[in-house]
């Protein structure tokens, strides 16, 4: 049941190098300075993935459905998980620099949301992270028994959906939101920019 969320997180992980050119092709765009928003970009279609995964697990699990059909569910969720979790880091606080040798030869940095804080942001999303899988473990059980592999399923694919609203908000509205953090980084470029520049 596991080899094909293996399978989907190493096809993920070999396609990072994509992702990652396609970001340098928007740090090009914003001279240098994107706005923190344009890493959750990968984030906004592989959200989905991890729905679509539990979907067909729940719906393919039935006694006569082969069990070819509830182990495929595993592999959009392994692809998607990657891009989810480096969206995620790199959005919170990788201070990415790099030496831009086709023009200037300067030296120049992205804008993410928070850069001396970084450590504090990630420690603080893998502790929610790590708590909700602590905590799922207690009920779990009990909630495929009442409710029936299928329902069961279908309950953590439609809170899945409902995440995928996340990343969206924070795109369109993360300027606003980090105006209001001390901590975040300033909001420099407006969304304007982001809508103007960012497609």
Not at 5 to 16: D, E, N, P, R, Y
Not at 156 to 169: N, W
Request: overall charge positive; aromatic content about 18%.
């Amino acid at each position: 049941m596991f080899i094909p969320i293996a399978v989907g997180v190493v096809l993920s992980a070999a396609c990072s190098p994509l992702i990652n050119k396609q970001y340098l092709t928007i740090h090009a765009k914003f001279n240098g300075s994107p706005p923190p928003e344009m890493r959750l970009i990968p984030m906004m279609w592989s959200c989905f993935l991890i729905p679509i995964g539990l979907f067909i697990f729940a719906w393919s699990s039935y006694p006569n459905v082969h069990w070819a059909g509830p182990m495929m569910g595993g592999f959009p969720v392994g692809f998607g998980f990657i891009f989810l979790y480096n969206s995620a880091n790199n959005y919170l606080g990788k201070h990415f620099s790099s030496l831009n040798t086709t023009r200037s030869n300067k030296l120049w940095h992205s804008v993410d949301t928070y850069q001396s804080q970084a450590a504090s942001a990630l420690a603080a999303k893998t502790f929610l992270r790590s708590f909700w899988g602590a905590v799922t473990v207690l009920f779990t059980s009990q909630m495929y028994h009442k409710m029936g592999y299928q329902w069961a399923s279908c309950f953590l694919a439609f809170l899945a959906l409902t995440c995928c609203a996340i990343p969206f908000l924070f795109y369109f509205f993360g300027v606003r939101i980090r105006k209001h953090s001390r901590f975040a980084a300033d909001g420099r470029i407006g969304s304007a920019d982001v809508e103007e520049n960012g497609h």
